[in-house]
């Protein structure tokens, strides 16, 4: 379990620095340590930990959007108001990661840079065109959190580079949106299988729609049939099962021990249409709670379905 | 008695919420070096070579051992299948190879991967069924040369046979009006106690002293005396705070791997297991089964005849799992009227780990196959479940499978009880369901021990070789000789675990804790009163009939000036005669009963001061995706009388929730190499405080005839509340969804195929 050698950086400069030299960030430590103790990957050579540097917190205001930094908890995500109210898909994602003891402690960076295809927020961050920027001691680029993922475990992103901020430009208005996820309990839970979707309304018509699929291929990825299937629409019941299927379609499940591919490519279906469905509703002004996932999976106060 | 005015708070409670408890884990040591193991590398091979050179020549290693270095003793409580190492054959994936103590656990490790270890693999047989064909390879070639207790019906790769017969099933079938015939399958599953097994040994001399996360640690010291040839005098066992059991940690484990580590090394030698170990390697999880139920019915509802086929996965060797053949036998009847009876149960020997007593070990499973039949028959002839069961169910002087006659018990008011805590039959949403399930299971006597001492300054020791695994059940001893002593609980300390202190317990297994080691306290208890009568008859001159002992005082019945307080005598007793008592009270006779049909007898034939449980629970089916939801629970007990509430509903909450898991997630899946799948918390999944939902609990109050059960007339409670908590939630699946899931657990995807087959 043991690493050589662990520093702690004070600034950003100070965490690019070590990572030029080949250290691996650390902040929250519940993939890194928590997978390392599970016999799933021994810890890195040399971590450099970089949950002191303040440079990389705090939710703020860019443009009509939001800049995350990298530190920023599931936690704090959460409880943001701009998030519950305009990204409530995220917060959706957020809510249901983990324990209560991951979202206290477990950042958004680490969890996108862990590229795990059952995350919980990878979805909600694509469809909402999430730009993640990344810093090297030569310099910044910021690319599309959807062009990050490349394989389970795997990003695009250099050795060097740390993930410093994560933005989501202001979604247009009339814009409803929901994660829901399978999940067999409450909490300590993982997707089986997940489902984002992101509708913006324009009167009775679906003018922009988003579906990203969860835990259904090596990476998670937006299915343009079934945004096809909605865009144009008249939001209706046909149209909604229309792009379910389609998402169920796009899906290459596996089998294991959580489910056979039949199964969670039937479920893709159930809870594609069940995230559209809520994010319809939240488009049209609809309160439904946050998370969505366990009411709209037998919760007693259950949400539409 | 505790009651929710008078609430008791538990001694290690505070130590234990707030992180000063030390548990085994904690202990450190000048010295002390880590151990680790190798495990086998197959499921099932021959050994062809062992080489431990380059391990040994690691720097910081200390000792390596195998089965060389060890006497050559094949041990097992039932039938002696197993060494402490493997020599010739591994036959599961958590079977011991070799071990290493180290200055780390990292070199411990490197060490156990640097041993060479030379297979033949072998043809692994990892289902139940496929082991008892004729023809299947044979796990123990020379089973019928081991050691093995003359009770235990043995044949090839059934370890284990036992039958229930009554009457004639066959001819009960002919005459019955409908017959129906179901198949059910259990998966194995695992106790997983949250402190995984963590073992210190260190010698002095030829003394060894070992702390271990035990349940049982008069079966530790014994499994150490056997296996290292040692007197059984050189061996002490204690167990600091044990981090749950729920029977995990019963039987003897890896205590003399570690002793024999140390011994070698020269050093004290700690073994601290990861999630991993602790999910492949204890000999105990809880047993898979495959169930063939066939019963025939009147119209009225009576039963005429059961016959049933069962199947126990025994994993590798044998642990406990000898008797529970006829365990779940009696289990696969439950506690109703059957005319005819024939029950086959076999014990089967698998590549896979092997199974041991865990919590109620047969019953959840057995019941849950059971009472999904029992609702399968009600259908058959349109009765409502909950009025079959009212129509069947034992109550006094009716007869159990061996014709055993039931005394005052009270079966059919839990079924009462609990369909109207529930409110059974209110209209609920097309999605949701209550689902009923009924069932019963023994008290075990055992002889067990106690002192309780009076010291200088007045206040009591209870010296016990009871183990507390987390119930209360030793917390709680205090509340039965405070009462004897007219003492408060809190004015008593427990010493307990020390096998080199204590009397003989035979640990905290078989919800045997306040059933027998209560009653040796309550014993020890009356005989230290006595002693404190005489010298306060003396100090008051009174006559000591006239004596009672109230609030911490011996004073006259009705002249309570005249009193002489227990820290008075206890002060002049220590300058003359101690106050010391000493208990261990005789073991209730087993019942009458009539098992002369029966083959495979290991004393489960007839049940001690048997518990009655009815569990009704309301459940939430997500048709579209399987998901499963429990709403509210019912959970009623009849466990004779009860003398903690706090305690025994803790149990019945633990219980409930560990029963929700077993029903809904928890299960090993088996790889066809012999490997389980999902051996980690990730995805075998237990219940969150999250997913628990409000229990409502209820007693009913049946004390045993004096000297028929515990104290006061009390039953066993550790292990029934996971009973039937599995049964009731398949049959509200099977109300919602009308599809019978054959499988546990109830899966989302299993719900799903069930209701898409």
């Known amino acids: 379990v043991s690493a050589a050698t662990y520093t702690s950086a004070r600034s950003i400069a100070d965490a690019l620095s070590a990572l030029s030299s080949g250290a691996r960030p650390i902040a929250g430590g519940t993939d890194l340590v928590v997978g390392a103790r599970g016999g799933k990957a021994p810890l890195p050579e040399s971590l450099v930990a970089i949950h002191a540097i303040d440079e990389l917190r705090g939710i703020s205001s860019a443009g009509g959007g939001l800049r995350m930094g990298a530190l920023v908890t599931h936690a704090e995500i959460v409880a943001n108001a701009t998030v519950r109210d305009r990204l409530t898909a995220l917060a959706d994602a957020s809510a249901i990661v983990g324990s209560h003891a991951t979202r206290h402690v477990g950042t958004i960076g680490g969890n996108v840079m862990n590229a795990s295809p059952a995350m919980e927020t990878g979805g909600p961050l694509i469809c909402f065109d999430a730009l993640a920027t990344l810093r090297s001691s030569s310099g910044e680029r910021e690319l599309a959190v959807a062009e990050l993922f490349a394989g389970p475990g795997q990003t695009t992103a250099k050795a060097d580079e740390l993930l410093v901020a994560i933005t989501i430009p202001e979604p247009a208005s009339g814009t409803g949106s929901c994660y829901v996820r399978l999940e067999y309990r409450r909490q300590m839970e993982i997707a089986i299988v997940g489902a984002t979707a992101v509708v913006t309304l324009d009167g009775g018509t679906v003018r922009d729609a988003r579906i990203a699929i969860t835990a259904l291929a090596p990476t998670i990825h937006r299915v343009a049939e079934a945004e096809q299937a909605l865009n144009g629409s008249d939001a209706s019941d046909a149209a909604v099962h229309a792009a379910a299927a389609a998402a169920a379609g796009a899906s290459r499940p596996i089998s294991d021990v959580r489910g056979s591919a039949d199964y969670r490519r039937a479920m893709a279906a159930v809870l594609t249409r069940r995230a559209i469905s809520t994010a319809i509703a939240r488009a049209r002004g609809g309160r439904f709670p946050i998370p969505a996932s366990p009411a709209l999976h037998g919760a007693v106060n259950g949400g539409p379905a | ?757």
Not at chain 2, 405 to 428: N, S
Request: charged share 25%.
């Open chain 2, 1 to 757: 008695v505790a009651t929710a005015e008078k609430p008791f708070i538990r001694q290690d409670g505070k130590d234990k919420v707030t992180g000063l408890g030390r548990y085994t884990a904690d202990l450190g040591m000048t010295g002390m070096l880590q151990a680790k193991f190798r495990f086998a590398d197959h499921a099932h091979a021959r050994i062809l070579r062992i080489d431990t050179t380059k391990a040994r020549a690691l720097a910081g290693v200390f000792a390596v051992i195998t089965h060389e270095d060890v006497p050559d003793v094949r041990y097992g409580p039932f039938v002696q299948d197993r060494r402490l190492f493997a020599k010739t054959k591994v036959r599961y994936e958590g079977e011991l190879v070799a071990a290493v103590a180290a200055l780390t656990a990292e070199i411990a490790q490197q060490a156990c991967e640097l041993i060479e270890v030379e297979y033949e693999p072998l043809e692994v047989v990892h289902d139940i069924e496929a082991s008892l064909q004729p023809g299947a390879p044979l796990l123990h070639e020379q089973w019928a040369e081991y050691g093995a207790s003359d009770d235990v019906v043995r044949d090839g790769n059934d370890c284990s046979r036992s039958t229930i017969v009554k009457g004639d099933a066959d001819k009960g079938m002919a005459e019955a009006d409908t017959v129906v015939k179901e198949r059910y399958v259990a998966d194995m599953s695992h106790a997983v106690p949250i402190e995984p097994h963590s073992i210190v040994a260190q010698w002095q001399g030829d003394r060894v002293t070992i702390w271990s996360s035990t349940q049982v640690p008069f079966v530790a010291r014994s499994g150490v005396a056997t296996t290292l040839e040692l007197p059984e005098s050189n061996v002490r066992v204690i167990v600091p705070h044990l981090g749950g059991g729920f029977g995990g940690k019963c039987e003897f484990h890896y205590e003399a791997q570690v002793a024999a580590l140390a011994r070698v090394a020269r050093r004290p030698v700690r073994l601290v297991f990861s999630r991993r170990e602790e999910f492949v390697a204890p000999d105990h999880r809880r047993e898979g089964q495959v169930l063939e139920l066939e019963t025939g019915v009147r119209k009225d509802g009576s039963i005429v005849s059961r016959r049933a086929r069962v199947i126990l996965d025994n994993g590798a060797y044998s642990a406990d799992a000898p008797f529970f053949p006829q365990l779940a036998a009696m289990m696969a009847v439950g506690p109703y009227k059957v005319e005819n009876v024939f029950v086959d149960a076999s014990l089967a020997y698998t590549n896979t780990q092997p199974s041991g007593s865990v919590r109620a070990p047969t019953a959840p499973q057995a019941c849950w196959a059971v009472e999904q039949h029992m609702d399968s028959v009600a259908a058959q002839i349109g009765l409502d479940p909950v009025e079959f069961r009212r129509r069947n169910i034992v109550k006094r002087g009716d007869e159990s499978p061996t014709r055993q006659i039931f005394d005052d018990i009270g079966a059919a008011e839990t079924l009462e009880k609990a369909v109207e805590l529930i409110g059974y039959g209110k209209q609920l949403p097309d999605d949701e369901a209550i689902g009923v399930a009924v069932g019963w299971w023994p008290s075990f006597g055992i002889a067990s021990g106690a002192y309780v001492k009076i010291n200088g300054d007045g206040s009591g020791t209870i010296i016990t070789g009871a183990q507390e695994c987390g119930t209360g059940a030793v917390m709680a001893l205090p509340l039965l000789a405070a009462e004897i002593l007219g003492m408060k609980p809190d004015d008593f300390q427990l010493l307990y675990q020390d096998t080199d202190a204590g009397p003989f317990d035979s640990g905290a297994s078989g919800s045997q804790t306040t059933f027998n080691n209560g009653r040796a306290v309550m014993q020890a208890a009356r005989d230290v009163r006595e002693q404190l009568l005489d010298l306060a008859a003396e100090e008051l001159e009174a006559n000591r009939d006239d004596l009672e002992l109230v609030d911490g005082v011996a004073r006259v019945k009705g002249s309570p000036s005249k009193s002489v307080s227990i820290p008075d005598l206890a002060e002049k007793a220590h300058g003359d005669r101690l106050l010391l008592g000493r208990g261990a009270d005789a073991v209730p006779e087993m019942p009458e009963c009539d098992a002369s049909g029966c083959t495979g007898r290991l004393g489960m034939e007839s049940f001690l001061a048997p518990t009655f449980i009815t569990h009704a629970v309301h459940c939430k089916v997500d048709r579209e995706t399987g998901v499963v939801r429990v709403l509210d629970v019912a959970a009623v007990h009849e466990s004779g009388r009860v003398l903690n509430p706090i305690g025994a509903n803790g149990q019945v909450e633990g219980g409930v929730v560990m029963g929700i898991g077993m029903a809904l997630l928890e299960g090993s899946l088996i790889a066809d190499d012999g490997r389980q799948v999902n051996p980690h918390l990730l995805d075998y999944k237990l219940q969150t405080a999250s997913d628990s939902p409000p229990i409502r609990i209820g007693w009913v109050d049946a004390p045993t005839k004096e000297g028929a059960g515990g104290p006061k007339g009390s039953k066993g409670i550790g292990e029934p509340p996971c009973v039937p908590t599995p049964g009731a939630i398949a049959n509200a699946i099977a109300k919602v969804t009308g599809a019978r899931v054959h499988q546990l657990p109830m899966t989302p995807a299993r719900v799903w195929e069930a209701m898409n087959r």
